[in-house]
């Protein structure tokens, strides 16, 4: 990872970390650089080993509109795969844990191959969908081949996730939804914090959009909308918050060359990826998740939402799983920038509207999503595999 920068399943690894130092747990973090969740575990006291590997390329890249494989980069990571766990497997035979689990789509590849070698049983953490246009169904079918025989079990943050794979599959994983901290994430965090730092002030209506930047997390649609918005409410900002993955900022470039042609520039704004997600998301009056592609369970999406924001959800799968349309939010058309617009005129419009929503929201995240119940299940399920591992040998 990115010494900037920290995604979804490394937040999401990280608390579950913090549960298990707490109950006398130990986790051992295999990373392949330094970076800020090296960073978070030395401060924090969580073992950790950097085991350095050439980067990954993005297997995809974009052609126009169209987004399509990339044979080369394929080729790259392929043999990038197997030094990575032919590196790993030196480490796990010689330190021999109980359990590894992967985390991540190619860490889940190398991860278990690694343990394989090793003669150490794998559970697949599986928070991504890529059953998906992305790939035309040839990552999906080489995800679910490998899946069969590669982990021992499979840990899943969504319905739509564990659907991804075979049916045959399905007793062997386990469901487990993505938690979040109610402490660090409530609607009583400074308001003022991040505004200040965008120039706006507080009665303005501030619309954001949070999450790394690439197509299909829909930016474009983002901005498209912003437009639209402004024509009718010139009064109304926007911010956009996130970085590239893999060094691939074509995309990113592009974004705010369109801000830059419309002319849009003094009403959008954008920042990098931060840490204080806190301080963004409670200066926002109106958060947009405009994904164009399915995803497992956006931690982005639940943060806002235990701060009492109105979203504005595009329904793809993943997301319909967490927000009900008119009841805790409002669910959109993917790829539909003329949707978004919509609904977020009409919560502009209705301040009343945007709180019912956001207390609903925070009720649901409170029942569902609490990082407690998340981390106990998860580190219960580990517990469980050890036990059951131990019966049959």
């Known amino acids: 990872m990115q010494e900037s920068r920290m995604g979804g399943i490394e937040h999401n690894s990280f608390a579950i970390a913090k549960r298990a130092k707490d109950q006398g747990i130990e986790i051992c973090f295999l990373c392949p650089n330094r970076g800020l969740l090296t960073q978070l575990l030395r401060e924090t006291g969580i073992q950790y080993v950097v085991l350095s590997r050439p980067p990954f390329l993005s297997t995809s890249i974009r052609i126009g509109s169209r987004s399509v494989l990339n044979p080369i980069a394929i080729a790259y990571d392929s043999i990038i795969v197997f030094v990575a766990a032919f590196q790993i497997s030196i480490w796990m035979k010689r330190h021999r844990p109980p359990l590894v689990v992967t985390k991540g789509l190619l860490a889940n590849v190398y991860g278990s191959i690694a343990a394989r070698m090793a003669g150490i049983p794998a559970l697949w953490d599986v928070q991504e969908i890529v059953r998906s246009a992305r790939a035309r169904g040839a990552l999906w079918r080489f995800l679910n081949a490998l899946a069969k025989f590669l982990p021992t079990h499979l840990s899943v943050s969504s319905e739509a996730a564990r659907d991804q794979f075979d049916a045959v599959l399905h007793r062997k994983i386990s469901v487990i939804p993505n938690g979040i901290s109610l402490k660090r994430f409530h609607p009583r965090v400074d308001r003022n914090r991040f505004r200040t730092e965008l120039g706006v002030d507080d009665d303005t209506c501030l619309v954001g959009h949070v999450g790394r930047f690439t197509y299909w997390k829909g930016q474009m649609e983002f901005v498209n909308a912003a437009s639209e918005v402004h024509e009718r409410y010139p009064r109304v900002r926007f911010v956009l918050v996130g970085s590239?993955?893999?060094?691939?900022?074509?995309?990113?470039?592009?974004?705010?060359?369109?801000?830059?042609?419309?002319?849009?520039?003094?009403?959008?704004?954008?920042?990098?990826?931060?840490?204080?997600?806190?301080?963004?998301?409670?200066?926002?009056?109106?958060?947009?998740?405009?994904?164009?592609?399915?995803?497992g369970c956006s931690l982005t999406l639940l943060y806002a939402m235990a701060m009492e924001k109105a979203v504005v959800v595009t329904a793809v799968q993943g997301n319909d799983e967490v927000v009900t349309d008119g009841v805790n939010g409002v669910l959109v058309a993917p790829k539909s920038h003329t949707a978004i617009t919509e609904a977020v005129l009409t919560l502009v419009n209705d301040p009343l509207k945007r709180q019912a929503l956001g207390k609903r929201a925070r009720e649901l995240v409170k029942e569902k999503f609490d990082l407690e119940r998340s981390a106990s299940n998860t580190l219960a399920l580990y517990q469980q595999f050890l036990k059951d591992e131990s019966a049959n040998s």
């Open 244 to 295: 590239p993955v893999f060094e691939n900022d074509a995309y990113e470039r592009s974004v705010k060359q369109y801000v830059k042609e419309q002319g849009l520039g003094s009403c959008i704004f954008f920042r990098d990826y931060r840490m204080d997600l806190e301080y963004v998301l409670a200066s926002l009056d109106i958060y947009v998740h405009s994904s164009i592609e399915p995803e």
